[in-house]
């Protein structure tokens, strides 16, 4: 724990750092962690964790906060910070955001007051039921606690805690900062948020999200302020700010970085709020006339959101429709993200049935029969893990009350560890030949696209499987709060909506047919260079956003990308089906117009459909000039 400590802290990329977390993080799934080093080590993972993002977002922690209160009953006290009720058997309430030590005497006094057998308590539990049950070793839930009634005389033997008051609260307060031995808990959870404030900071919390995340963002030309100077968006605002806007603008490209990026975002608005906006920005950068202007910008601004609103309505009206506009640029993107998470299944898959096969022929191993036998074993497994589980928490409740004789329980408990032990070891033996390992990579690979994740959720694939800039959101995005999600369904790609449905517990979209979508796109012959295993797909799908006129730093693709894209060797290949694109090799007019002796020759082709009996096409020709400007002002230098 020392040295996971101390490495999280000074070097939390290096090789040792992640060495010494798989050590603890096996001692914890061991159960060799007692209850404070499991803590520190939650504490120092989440710390981490938050230190390596490269963005941070700001959730909405009051305006999120969903709790339900209920009126329970005690029936069993475990210790001081956990109890059992009639009403929720098998779920131990724990006190949320806050840990009363063993030695506390005072606090657990103060707790034994009303928390006992057959007290009825009101209690707040978490409105969400994806994360009311912790994913703990007893399936807790976090509560918080109300004073059922004040004590005589003294309120409790404590000053300040009265009936009806917030005891998770109050605990807070007598931490070692005030002289205390409470241990804060805050995991920013809607439960833990109700824990640790007071009912007028939760007031005042609420108001202030209010104001920076839903008022400032609609007053016309404050938001453009606010945005500048109070950057505290939540990971959902952030989203949906990078797919209207850039993250990325260069002064060198004022109506592709600036102008465009502007009208879009102002499309997505409000027209009402649009125009304002377009009004106060003519108002502040006119000089003379500035009224004519503002009105003349307002109008335009008005009418771009305008057109928006009209073609989403027809877009909600069209069964199948997209339920929100997302502006052209970002659709081609998307469009050449999913066409290639397609094309990387289908090639990965059917690398995987011939290396499959050259297994079954060549070494007689049967990987059908092989996964199917793990399937089996790996159910049996999961069922006696969940009985044995289920076993060890009634046993640890069982300890903790006392009930019972303290000896045989750790008995029993160390012959359930060492069962448990054999099914994490549990894995299949004995060597397999080098097509059975392809085939297991391949395997890996085409269910770590999103096309082929599985239905069972697997977060190492389904985060490989995301586009680099979707990465960035994927971890907030699955611990959103329920007045979020749909707002996440509504922004994120099509193809990425079932990965977001698995996690909120939504009925799961079926994928798509692939027969039918390479019916639109284009399926690559057999002879095509991205099918051989060594070639890589990245490099492939850059050119490709370069040909379709996306800009690269929007796709998360910077220079050295480009470099190395160039250098590969490969080619782009158009994505939609079209007769006419396949006459045409991209690869064959750069080695002839070199052969003509032209230098640093980069051609990009994009094909639109043309009618049966003819086509036309529009040629764009940029020449870098740059050497002979220079030559030229040498040689004016020269004469001068």
């Known amino acids: 724990m020392d040295r996971y400590r101390i490495l999280a802290d000074v070097a939390p ?59 329970v009953t005690v029936t069993q006290v475990l210790d001081q910070n956990t109890f059992l009720t009639e009403e929720y058997a098998n779920n131990p309430f724990k006190l949320a955001g806050v840990n009363v030590k063993t030695d506390d005497e005072e606090n657990k006094a103060l707790i034994g007051q009303f928390i006992k ?43 300040g805690l009265g009936a009806h008051d917030n005891l998770n609260y109050y605990l807070s307060k007598r931490t070692e900062e005030y002289g205390g031995t409470v241990t804060l808990k805050d995991d920013e959870s809607s439960i833990a948020t109700e824990a640790l404030f007071s009912e007028g900071q939760l007031t005042t919390g609420k108001l202030t999200e209010w104001m920076v995340h839903d008022l400032l963002p609609m007053v016309p030309v404050v938001n453009i302020i606010a945005d500048k100077f109070l950057p505290v968006k939540s990971a959902t605002e952030a989203y949906a700010d990078e797919l ?18 502007m009208f879009d975002s102002t499309a997505a608005l ?49 069964p199948g429709g997209k339920e929100i506009w997302i502006p052209e640029r970002r659709e081609r993107e998307r469009e050449v993200d999913e066409y290639f998470d397609k094309i990387k299944y289908v090639k990965y898959k059917g690398l995987y049935e011939k290396a499959k096969d050259d297994a079954k022929k060549y070494e007689g191993m049967d990987l059908d029969a092989y996964f199917e036998s793990n399937t089996t074993r790996g159910k049996d497994n999961k069922n006696l893990k969940a009985y044995l589980n289920n076993k060890k928490k009634w046993l640890n409740i069982k300890k903790d009350s006392e009930d019972g004789n303290s000896e045989n329980i750790d008995t029993e408990l160390a012959d359930i560890k060492l069962q448990l032990n054999e099914i994490d070891s549990d894995r299949p033996t004995g060597e397999i030949g080098p097509y059975a390992a392809l085939a297991l990579r391949y395997k890996d690979e085409f269910e770590s696209t999103l096309f082929g994740a599985s239905d069972t959720y697997n977060y190492n694939k389904t985060y490989r499987a995301l586009p680099k800039k979707d990465k960035e959101y994927f971890t907030a995005f699955s611990k959103a709060s329920p007045r979020e999600r749909q707002r996440i369904l509504e922004l994120v790609p099509d193809n990425q909506k079932r990965i977001y449905q698995q996690q909120f517990g939504l009925k799961v979209d079926k994928p798509e047919n692939l027969d039918k979508y390479f019916d639109k796109y284009n399926l690559p012959g057999a002879k095509w260079e991205g099918w051989d295993p060594g070639t890589s797909l990245d490099s492939i799908k850059l050119k490709v956003m370069r040909n379709e006129g996306i800009e690269l730093t929007e796709a998360n693709y910077w220079g050295d990308d480009e470099k190395l894209a160039d250098e590969s060797g490969v080619e782009a290949i158009p994505i939609r089906q079209s007769l006419f694109s396949t006459m045409i090799n991209t690869g064959d007019l750069e080695k002839a117009l070199r052969g003509a002796g032209l230098k640093d020759v980069r051609i990009g082709m994009k094909v639109g459909f043309a009618t049966e009996d003819s086509f036309s096409t529009s040629l764009n020709i940029q020449k870098d000039r740059s050497e002979e400007i220079k030559a030229g002002m040498q040689n004016y230098t020269n004469y001068m």
Request: without cysteine; aromatic residues 10%.
């Open 13 to 71: 990329y290096s090789d040792q750092y992640r060495a010494a977390k798989k050590e603890v993080a096996l001692l914890n799934q061991n159960g060799y962690l007692d209850e404070r080093q499991q803590d520190e080590y939650a504490t120092i993972r989440d710390q981490v964790s938050s230190r390596m993002k490269k963005k941070n977002f700001y959730a909405e922690r009051f305006q999120n906060m969903d709790n339900e209160k209920e009126t």
């Open 117 to 159: 057998p057959g007290q009825k308590l009101q209690v707040s539990i978490d409105g969400d039921p994806l994360k009311r049950v912790r994913d703990d070793m007893m399936d807790t839930m976090r509560v918080v606690v109300y004073a059922p009634h004040a004590a005589k005389g003294s309120r409790f033997g404590m000053e």
């Open 244 to 261: 209207y806007s850039k993250s990325w603008r260069d002064w060198k490209n004022p109506i592709s970085d600036w102008l465009m990026p």
């Open 270 to 318: 409000n027209p009402g709020i649009s125009f304002l906006n377009g009004l106060g920005i003519g108002l502040l950068a006119g000089k003379k006339n500035k009224w004519n202007k503002g009105m003349g910008t307002g109008i335009v601004f008005g009418l771009v959101s305008g057109v928006r609103t009209i073609v989403d309505t027809r877009r909600e009206l069209t």
